[in-house]
T-cell receptor, first 116, second 116 residues
Framework: AQKITQTQPGMFVQEKEAVTLDCTYD???????LFWYKQPSSGEMIFLIY??????QNATEGRYSLNFQKARKSANLVISASQLGDSAMYFC?????????????FGGGTRLMVKP | DSGVTQTPKHLITATGQRVTLRCSPR?????VYWYQQSLDQGLQFLIQ???????AKGNILERFSAQQFPDLHSELNLSSLELGDSALYFC???????????????FGAGTRLSVL
């Protein structure tokens, strides 16, 4: 079974509007972390935001926020006031505490395209 | 700039050859991770080193090997290359080895390997 599922292969959003990128995960580990990364066309992976499984509040980092619904096992990324520079691939990833190292398991990604 | 340096940026080689990818972690980071990003497999964890020792192993082929040196830089060696090894290889680094789910991994810009 997929551990991280991103069901939206591609999305369009109008500049200055908000957009939600979906991520669902599967784990039996009570302690885990969820991460979002951005990959622009240049190829690098940029860390955006982190949410821990025991965090009481949804994480926020500037225009990025994470809509964490633990019972539903979802960790959707919300980007407010989209900018043209937000056009990129976005990856959701999970780290389960029980894994021996610190490996991240990634979803298949969502390509976001911001329209002017 | 994540502070993680990968060289070279691009590598073109032939089947059957051997190549070495190099990674310098962020200052102060003790862990180095290698990931492979390909069109068919997505982003996959290969291997992790922490302070010179192998910490975790993922889907790494026997033809591939890695090491972390005393100055904490790491090298990923790929041998007997096949067409299917063509991919973007990322190095990431983090402060610790995995005692916290929030151990954020910062990625380098990647090495794009083309096997012809």
């Amino acid at each position: 079974a997929q551990k991280i599922t991103q069901t939206q292969p591609g999305m369009f959003v109008q500049e200055k509007e908000a957009v939600t990128l979906d991520c669902t995960y599967d784990t039996s580990d009570p302690s885990y972390g969820l991460f979002w990364y951005k990959q622009p066309s240049s190829g690098e992976m940029i860390f955006l935001i982190y949410q821990g499984s025991y965090d009481q509040q949804n994480a926020t980092e500037g225009r990025y926020s994470l809509n964490f619904q633990k019972a539903r096992k979802s960790a959707n990324l919300v980007i407010s006031a989209s900018q043209l520079g937000d056009s990129a691939m976005y990856f959701c990833a999970m780290r389960e505490f029980n894994n021996a190292g610190n490996m991240l398991t990634f979803g298949g990604g969502t390509r976001l395209m911001v329209k002017p | 700039d994540s502070g993680v340096t990968q060289t070279p940026k691009h590598l073109i080689t032939a089947t059957g050859q051997r190549v070495t990818l190099r990674c310098s972690p962020r200052s102060g980071d003790l862990s180095v991770y290698w990931y492979q990003q390909s069109l068919d497999q997505g982003l996959q964890f290969l291997i992790q080193y922490y302070n010179g020792e192998e910490r975790a192993k993922g889907n790494i082929l026997e033809r591939f090997s890695a090491q972390q040196f005393p100055d904490l830089h790491s090298e990923l060696n790929l041998s007997s290359l096949e067409l299917g090894d063509s991919a973007l290889y990322f190095c990431a680094s983090s402060v610790e080895g995995g005692t916290s789910t929030k151990n954020i991994q910062y990625f380098g810009a990647g090495t794009r390997l083309s096997v012809l």
